[in-house]
């Protein structure tokens, strides 16, 4: 008898040792959050457009007649105001410039997508008073890539806009079409910034 109450008693010994072990696993779980739910992968991107809050000069260049083969390019001045909305969530963008088609007013909407933590650049001109198709993308490594697909001269293409070069007084953006699925890209929008200093 006394044999047999050893062995249930080593039994239920046993029994707790490996509930106070299951109790000890669930609450190091608890306290050390998963891979899967660490947000750490993700990178919030919603002040990724401050770099350009203000006024700007701008340089642009712009092709004439994109994705026909053509080379003539033509270069107007002017400037560029950024303003903040909704707490760096939002930018209104405002361009204004000149060259030898006359005057150019342009404005750019852009929006930050918290899910997905991309931006949409929503551009629109004066000409035509109304949104075009919004260009979604985002910043790595100090670099902005954003992209969509649009009709231009009759079909659809891919559109990549691009932002390089960003210091605390200077952005270069360019934009380009691409007719054949992304393998080729033809350069058709140069812009260069710098920050008027009275603005800093």
Known sequence: MQFVAGREHVAAIKATL??????LTCLARAQSPSKAASPAAETDGQHDFDFELGTW?????VLVHPLTGSTTW??????????GIWQGRANLVQLEVDGPSGHVEGLSL???????????????????????????????????EFYDEEPINGRMVLVRNIWSGITPDACH????????????????????????????
């Open 18 to 23: 490996w509930i106070f072990l299951l109790l």
């Open 173 to 200: 953006f360019e934009q380009a079409f691409s007719s054949d699925g992304g393998k080729t890209w033809e350069t058709n929008w140069i812009a260069t910034d710098t920050r008027v200093k009275a603005d800093r």
């Open 74 to 83: 033509v270069e107007m001045n002017g400037t560029t105001v950024v303003e």
């Open 110 to 144: 852009r929006l930050y997508n918290p899910e997905a933590h991309q931006w949409s650049l929503n551009f629109a001109n004066s000409k035509t008073g109304a949104l075009g198709v919004p260009t979604v993308g985002e910043f790595k490594n100090g670099r902005g």
């Open 57 to 61: 000069k701008t340089q642009l260049k």
